[in-house]
């Protein structure tokens, strides 16, 4: 069973098993959402994306063209989380196009993930992460080539 409440998901997009797609969302063409995925409202993802399964896609999120993300990806979009406190409005975080994050990896809010960048699997982003680098380890840093 999937509950897909979205009207607006490109052609071409796979949402599979298990999803659940939230009314605001907005998703591109050629997509694939593996199964027990859940999108928020608040939250735009680009053409050709890839979505592994296990991965929560929270408020202020935006995922631009060609972007993978593998399985049980952890973002978040609060710093001071509470119950039933909820801020105006979540800070967003950027994925940009042709990046890659790593099974596993923990996203924090605010950050930029940078135009071809690689997470490695595991790594704990605190900061955001220049375009065409690699980041691994808690809390990630760059390693060099």
């Known amino acids: 069973m999937t509950d897909v409440q979205s009207k ?11 999803c659940v797609v939230l009314p605001g969302a907005k998703i591109g ?3 694939n959402i593996c199964s027990h995925c859940f999108i928020e ?6 053409h050709r994306v ?5 991965v929560q896609l929270w408020d202020g999120l935006q995922i631009e063209d060609d972007v993978f993300i593998g399985p049980n990806v952890t973002f978040t979009n ?12 979540f800070t967003p975080t950027i994925i940009r196009k042709g990046a890659s ?11 930029e993930i940078g135009v071809g960048a690689m997470v490695g699997a595991g790594a704990v982003v605190t900061k955001s992460v220049l375009a065409g680098t690699t980041v691994v380890g808690n809390p990630a840093q760059e390693i060099k080539k």
Do not use: H
């Open 8 to 18: 607006n998901i490109g052609e071409g997009t796979s949402i599979w098993q298990f």
């Open 29 to 31: 063409s050629y997509c």
């Open 41 to 46: 409202n608040n939250v735009t993802i680009g």
């Open 50 to 54: 890839t979505v592994k399964c296990g």
């Open 78 to 89: 609060d710093m001071r989380p509470r119950s039933k406190q909820y801020p105006d409005e």
């Open 101 to 111: 994050i790593g099974a596993n990896a923990t996203i924090l809010p605010g950050v």
